[in-house]
Nanobody
Framework: VQLQASGGGQVQAGGSLSLSCEAV????????MGWFRQAPGKEREFVAA??????TTDYGASVRGRFTISRDKNISHLQMNNLKPEDTAIYYC????????????????????WGQGTQVTVSS
């Protein structure tokens, strides 16, 4: 499984950005997908995740209500609204599978595959 993240960039506080992550794999139907972020000097933080069916999502407390994760087959989208300076970080997409779980994991070590990361910078 290979993951390719795109999107990101720089925006002012209160603005919006969208990230996408495309998975290249021979069979990806049973994989959950997630997003994590890491700011300089901080540990990797869970952002959002979605199960293989798209039926269940989970969000980190700091982004709940502002970010929305969705997926279309092997592509995950992260819509980020009302961005804050503290959202500044490198964002990584990840895939967990194959597994047919009903709830996605919010633990980084659960995820077996990772994308290259994309920078999101929010200025005040």
């Amino acid at each position: 499984v290979q993951l390719q993240a795109s999107g990101g960039g720089q925006v002012q506080a209160g603005g919006s950005l969208s990230l996408s992550c495309e998975a290249v794999a021979s069979s990806f139907e049973s994989y959950n997908m997630g997003w994590f972020r890491q700011a300089p000097g901080k540990e990797r933080e869970f952002v959002a995740a979605i199960v293989w069916s798209g039926g269940t999502t989970d969000y980190g407390a700091s982004v709940r209500g502002r970010f929305t994760i969705s997926r279309d087959k092997n592509i995950s989208h992260l819509q980020m609204n009302n961005l804050k300076p503290e959202d500044t970080a490198i964002y990584y997409c990840a895939a967990d599978g194959p597994r047919w779980t009903r709830v996605p994991s919010n633990v980084a070590r659960t995820y077996d595959y990772w994308g290259q990361g994309t920078q999101v910078t929010v200025s005040s």
